[in-house]
């Protein structure tokens, strides 16, 4: 146990340098990249503690076990976009007003000469995006899951129950979020305190059916998926796909708000109730 506390400060320390550090790059030239080499971080940190620890590396869950867990990867790969598109189609069903299909902002950005030639680019897509966008974001999100799934959460789960080791596995990775947050990256900037409440409470969410795939299959590998699947959603979000004003990001139609990702909230809530029976 005294090793592991020891692994774990070294992890944090780690953590919080390359937060603070990318965190501060990112405020002051907002570039993109350096949030993409945030997310690389944390799997970073996990390779320096390891190294300065002298611990081997076979306890990361990096074997896909894919072959016995197929059905479990291509629910990550394909129910995820499916569950985030229900969630914005209840959206719409609440606020039918906020549907403008034509005058959407990814229509006026490809220029909509025929409705049914526009229908048909979209489709398409949104299939490409569906399947492809996902292997775009795959080495980020490993960059995430291979700290927080692979090496945190069951180091958590040696003190805690299950259950609470994912609850406070998910309160970590919003908390990590937070500086970014606060300057208004996924929330905007109006409501900074709000925006790095929601974006915990949307770690747990996601981070409980992460948790749930990683102990199913005993890998990072499907949380990686399921995490890859859900930030190709992010490209294309429905509010840009299906509406002309702006959206309420704390409602929806995108998967942070509360109803666009309502699917996610009833998944999670499922899967957490499993998670008891899981060793």
């Known amino acids: 146990m005294k090793k592991d506390s020891k692994s774990l400060i070294i992890f944090a320390i780690f953590v919080i340098i390359f937060l603070g550090i990318f965190s501060t790059l990112y405020y002051l030239y907002k570039n993109n990249i350096f949030l993409t080499i945030l997310m690389l971080t944390p799997a970073l940190s996990v390779v320096l503690t390891k190294i300065i620890c002298k611990e081997n590396f076979k306890d990361l869950y990096l074997k896909p076990n894919f072959k016995k867990n197929k059905k479990w990867y291509f629910s990550a790969y394909i129910l995820t976009p499916v569950i985030a598109y229900l969630g914005a189609l209840i959206y719409f069903m609440i606020f039918r007003s906020d549907f403008d299909l034509f005058g959407s902002s990814y229509a006026m950005d490809v220029g909509v000469t025929s409705q049914n030639e526009y229908i048909s680019n979209l489709l398409v897509m949104i299939l490409l995006a569906i399947l492809v966008n996902p292997i ?54 109006e409501n900074p305190i709000l925006g790095v409440i929601s974006m915990i409470i949307f770690c747990i969410v996601i981070g409980t059916i992460s948790s749930f795939l990683f102990y199913k299959t005993k890998s990072i590998w499907c949380p990686v998926i399921f995490h890859a699947a859900l930030n190709g959603i992010d490209l294309y979000k429905p509010s840009m796909l299906f509406m002309s004003k702006p959206s309420n990001v704390f409602i929806g139609p995108d998967v942070l708000g509360i109803i666009g990702g309502i699917g996610f909230i009833i998944t999670s809530i499922i899967l957490f109730s499993k998670l008891k029976n899981k060793t």
């Open 136 to 189: 775009m974001g795959i080495v980020q999100c490993f960059g995430e899951e291979l700290a927080w799934r692979g090496y945190l959460l069951p180091r958590l789960n040696k003190r805690f129950s299950i259950q609470k080791a994912v609850i406070i596995d998910g309160v970590i990775w919003g908390l990590w979020h937070s500086p970014i947050i606060a300057m208004g990256y996924n929330y905007g900037t």
